[in-house]
């Protein structure tokens, strides 16, 4: 028997807001099967799917069978998130690269465009999976009510409300809240580590100043002395000189 979904507060977050403002640079671009009347259009759909769901897709990524199925009007936008959702590019990815919870987070913020509720959100979903597995999880993720009255059958989901009109800066997008990786993964595979402490830039000490031996600043003012167009005295003239008797050669008899 499968233990139901657990309830959770839906507390309030930007998704939940509705917007009143005019759109501008800063709002999400909308993409949807509906309003396509080329080709063009369907491939930018296609190109922001994967941006959505994988951030990146290289070519050994794509999913070449479902993007015939969309052009051809076979499935539907939904249809395609799913089998992106369900691939094994999503799967060695997310699943297998994180925690149950971490999985659920990521899965949420890419599938429903909006950050997970709290740790009992997390917790519910995650009883999911791991009593449904990855299909049962994605299929009551695109099967809910929250993902059918946002995006229905042929609009892409996307980050709802990233910024407000109120606030100077909006949402971090969601690649960069959570990225791909964990923390113990980007240690393993040896990704770069930014630190910025949030204060002033510290001034170097009068020993880090110090020049070492051989530094250019030690030359820099006999460089500037050096005249480019000054000539040696006693040097020859390079006008005029045939350079053709001056290279030996070899006479043969």
Do not use: C
């Not at 917007?19 to 709002?27: P, T």
């Not at 009992?120 to 299929?139: C, H, L, M, N, R």
């Not at 006693?234 to 006008?239: I, K, Y």
């Amino acid at each position: 028997m499968a233990i139901p979904l657990l309830t959770y507060a839906p507390v309030t977050r930007n998704a939940r807001v509705k917007g009143y403002e005019i759109a501008g640079d800063d709002q999400p671009r909308i993409y949807s099967a509906e309003s396509l009347l080329s080709t063009s259009k369907m491939q930018e759909l296609i190109e922001a799917a994967y941006r959505q769901i994988f951030f990146h897709a290289f070519k050994r990524d794509r999913e070449i069978f479902l993007e015939s199925q969309l052009r051809n009007g076979q499935i539907t936008v939904r249809d395609f998130v799913r089998g992106l959702l369900l691939s094994e590019t999503y799967r060695s990815s997310f699943y297998e690269k994180n925690s149950n919870y971490r999985f659920v987070e990521q899965t949420v913020q890419r599938a429903l465009g909006r950050d997970v509720y709290g740790e009992d959100e997390k917790i519910a979903w995650s009883i999911v999976v791991a009593t449904k597995g990855i299909q049962g999880f994605v299929d009551a993720l695109l099967d809910s009510d929250e993902y059918l009255d946002n995006f229905g059958e042929d609009i892409l989901p996307y980050q709802r409300r990233r910024s407000l009109p109120g606030r100077a800066e909006g949402e971090k997008p969601f690649n960069l809240q959570s990225p791909r990786y964990d923390e113990y993964h980007r240690n393993v595979l040896g990704f770069p580590k930014a630190v910025f402490t949030g204060g002033p830039a510290s001034s170097f000490s009068s020993r880090q100043r110090r020049l070492g031996a051989g530094s250019p600043s030690y030359f820099l003012d006999m460089a500037r002395s050096v005249s480019a167009g000054s000539r040696g005295a006693g040097a020859p003239a390079l006008q005029g000189l045939d350079y053709m008797r001056k290279v030996p050669y070899r006479k043969v008899t």
